[in-house]
């Protein structure tokens, strides 16, 4: 978990300056957040179990009911935002242990702007979110995924965006809640899974009811899934742009919404 030790020096009392510039204010956050992301990483790794499982098993099964239809390069892609949605969506748990241990209040009197507080915190998610996914691509090569380099690179650049929009939501859920973990979890979890399902990334909509296949296409998440499957094959077209948008819109939105519920804070 993170500590308060960088950032625990009080302002002077009554100052109304900082003493460093908005952009440098967001670096010291983000540093200050990847610091327990460095010193263990084993935890980034941990993260893939799951993702890893539904690869190694769920891809077989799918490929023999589905006569094939469905491969690895419409699976991985799918599973890459998975890895972002759950682990962005659970980032507001270390906020509310900073918040049980009390080091949340001392960043509060740090001479850091507090909107730079949470935007370092989610620009922070990009790091360890773009290194899952890039072990989650090698280690799907073996089995014969084969991702469009440059499309790879744009893909890996719209899930970025989208995790730090989602992660930002996942903090202002937290400022919301406060010390209650369990109504962070209930809500977190009844967010996440609708999501999930309504996105098409481990099972089409196509075939699926017309309730469905709206709600699916009025979820910002399934057409970043579809984002992911086009760039990833090198394809740049509509999907792409969508997908691109949606992570934006939902970036914007979470950074909006956290920045706020930081200031009432």
Same mark, same amino acid.
């Given at each position: 978990m993170t500590t308060a030790t960088d950032l625990s020096t009080p302002a002077s009392r009554g100052a109304d300056r900082y003493p460093n510039g908005p952009l440098a204010d967001v670096w010291l956050v983000c540093l200050r957040e990847l610091r327990?992301?460095?010193?263990?990483?084993?935890?980034?790794?941990?993260?893939l179990v799951q993702p890893?499982?539904?690869?190694?098993?769920?891809?077989?099964?799918?490929?023999?009911?589905?006569?094939?239809?469905?491969?690895?390069?419409?699976?991985?892609?799918?599973?890459?935002?998975?890895?972002?949605?759950?682990?962005?969506?659970?980032?507001?748990?270390?906020?509310?242990?900073?918040?049980?241990?009390?080091?949340?209040?001392?960043?509060?009197?740090?001479?850091?702007?507090?909107?730079?507080?949470?935007?370092?915190?989610?620009?922070?998610?990009?790091?360890?979110?773009?290194v899952q996914a890039c072990v989650l691509?090698?280690?799907?090569?073996?089995?014969?995924?084969? !991702?469009?380099?440059?499309?790879?690179?744009?893909?890996?650049?719209?899930?970025a965006v989208f995790g730090v929009g989602f992660g930002a939501l996942s903090y202002a859920l937290a400022l919301a809640v406060r010390e209650q973990d369990w109504l962070f979890w209930t809500i977190q979890q009844a967010v996440v899974f609708p999501l999930m399902i309504l996105s098409g990334m481990l099972l089409p909509l196509d075939e699926g009811p017309g309730w469905m296949q709206a709600l699916g296409a009025a979820? !910002?998440?399934?057409?970043?899934?579809?984002?992911?499957?086009?760039?990833?094959?090198?394809?740049?077209?509509?999907?792409?742009?969508?997908g691109l948008l949606a992570a934006s819109a939902v970036a914007v939105v979470g950074l909006a919404v956290a920045v706020r519920a930081m200031r009432r804070g």
């Open positions: 327990p992301v460095l010193r263990d990483p084993a935890s980034i790794v941990f993260g890893l499982v539904f690869v190694a098993l769920f891809v077989p099964l799918l490929d023999g009911m589905s006569g094939g239809a469905l491969d690895l390069q419409w699976f991985v892609p799918g599973v890459l935002v998975m890895v972002a949605l759950f682990s962005t969506a659970a980032t507001g748990s270390n906020l509310q242990f900073e918040m049980h241990t009390g080091a949340h209040e001392r960043t509060l009197v740090a001479p850091v702007r507090r909107w730079a507080l949470v935007v370092g915190r989610a620009l922070k998610e990009m790091v360890p979110l773009t691509v090698a280690v799907s090569l073996p089995f014969g995924f084969v !991702p469009h380099l440059l499309g790879a690179v744009a893909g890996l650049g719209v899930l979820n !910002p998440l399934s057409h970043v899934v579809d984002a992911q499957r086009a760039l990833f094959s090198g394809v740049f077209d509509g999907d792409a742009v969508r």
